[in-house]
């Protein structure tokens, strides 16, 4: 996820900018507003230039990248097998035919639903989607993406934040020490 996209990978789209960021650990504990103890793993995000990225559940944080919580996320059972490893990739498809919202984006890890684009951003996110070979050999829309961050309760993941790369974009991450 954290590469170059080569040209080949899509038909139509081609790179046209490369964001570069700086991923900083971020594992520990902390209390949650409810007083229960929250284990975190991942990474803070920063511009390459040193700025902390905040996700956004209504915009870009960057050009060309998307940074936002996973939502749905304790309603997925699948979702704990996200570990908060930036190099676990994950894969944004449209799902028109979602009874609740005809623009929802699920976030797939390992072929299975782990959660959604919050709602108020996925208007925003879609123009930004392009085709993409799923596993089974078909073409979907949608965009490759990788976790960042995940906060586990009791063992099991409450929640989680990704990203995604825009259309015509591609990425590049250094992982600092903290």
């Known amino acids: 996820m954290f590469?170059?996209?080569?040209?080949?990978?899509t038909e139509t789209d081609s790179l046209v900018e490369m964001v570069s960021l700086r991923l900083i650990p971020d594992n520990?504990?902390?209390?949650?507003?409810?007083?229960?103890?929250?284990?975190?793993?991942?990474?803070?995000?920063l511009s390459f230039d040193g700025e902390d990225?905040?996700?956004s559940d209504y915009d870009m944080v960057l050009?060309?990248?998307?940074?936002?919580?996973?939502?749905?996320?304790?309603?997925?059972?699948?979702?704990?097998n996200l570990v908060g490893?930036?190099?676990?990739?994950?894969?944004?498809?449209?799902?028109?035919?979602?009874p609740v919202d005809k623009n929802a984006i699920k976030v797939l890890y390992e072929g299975k639903?782990?959660?959604y684009v919050p709602a108020t951003l996925t208007r925003e996110m879609t123009p930004h989607l392009t085709s993409v070979k799923n596993k089974g050999g078909g073409v979907t829309t949608g965009a490759q993406g990788g976790v960042v961050k995940t906060f586990h309760k009791k063992g099991k993941v409450v929640g989680a934040r990704v990203i995604m790369v825009a259309k015509g974009y591609g990425v590049t991450a250094t992982e600092n020490p903290g």
């Not at 050009?63 to 704990?80: E, M, P, Q, S, V």
């Open 113 to 115: 639903t782990v959660g």
């Open 3 to 9: 590469r170059k996209r080569k040209s080949s990978e």
């Open 53 to 55: 990225i905040y996700p």
């Open 63 to 80: 050009n060309g990248l998307f940074y936002c919580r996973l939502a749905g996320i304790t309603h997925n059972k699948d979702a704990n």
């Open 85 to 98: 490893d930036a190099g676990q990739e994950v894969l944004f498809v449209r799902e028109p035919d979602n």
């Open 28 to 45: 520990g504990y902390f209390t949650g507003e409810a007083g229960e103890e929250l284990e975190v793993r991942g990474f803070n995000i």
